[in-house]
């Protein structure tokens, strides 16, 4: 008995000592990570032209999603589910927040990024900064990004429809696949509780 009571309190020791923490709900289309993974933190700038970093989101848990504001269909619908979720269920999901970080640094200024963002709420946060930073933290996540040849002096940027949830502490928690608002909040809200 003292035994199994020993080994179970050095499991418990070792798993706040490394991070551990509850498992994630189960829904269709998101993949929960079991071991907490830390992010690249990186060097950005937030749409109101302010320095940050990605370990500023610590605090809050964050749903991130890469994107660029000239993206003519997945980011724009991404977005407005997100915040169709947001505001269908904003007294449980108050506090979550939503980062949008630009794979087109070249033309997602703070000032475009800010412009971009005016038709979310409050809680979406934009972030930026050249391609060369925005790709060491997009490789962490596992969203590789590349720009098209230009055409006609327009380009696209190809990048993952995935989202990705953040804990309160900012380390990644799942990955996200075009899961439908009930598992977007169900994650959120679990990551909120914790």
Do not use: N
């Not at 927040?97 to 934009?126: C, N, Q, T, W």
Request: net charge positive; with cysteine.
């Amino acid at each position: 008995m003292r035994r199994a009571l020993l080994v179970t309190w050095c499991v418990a020791l070792a798993g706040v000592a490394f991070g551990a923490a509850k498992p994630l709900p189960k829904f269709d289309r998101v993949m929960a990570i079991d071991t907490p993974r830390a992010v690249t933190d990186v060097a950005l700038t937030d749409q109101d032209g302010k320095a940050k970093r990605i370990s500023d989101l610590a605090g809050s848990p964050t749903l991130v999603f890469f994107g660029f504001t000239h993206c003519p269909d997945v980011c724009p619908t991404t977005l407005q589910k997100l915040a169709m979720i947001k505001s269908s269920r904003a007294k449980e999901l108050e506090g979550l927040r939503i980062a949008f970080i630009s794979v087109d640094g070249e033309r997602d200024s703070p000032a475009v990024m800010k412009e971009y963002l005016k038709r979310f709420p409050a809680e979406f946060v934009g972030l930026t900064a050249p391609s060369e930073e925005v790709r060491k933290l997009a490789l962490g996540f596992s969203a590789p990004f590349f720009k098209d040849p230009p055409r006609d002096g327009e380009y696209a940027v190809q990048h993952t429809s995935r989202m990705f949830a953040l804990d309160k502490q900012g380390r990644l928690r799942a990955e996200i696949y075009d899961a439908s608002p009930d598992a977007i909040a169900g994650i959120a809200t679990a990551l909120l509780t914790e």
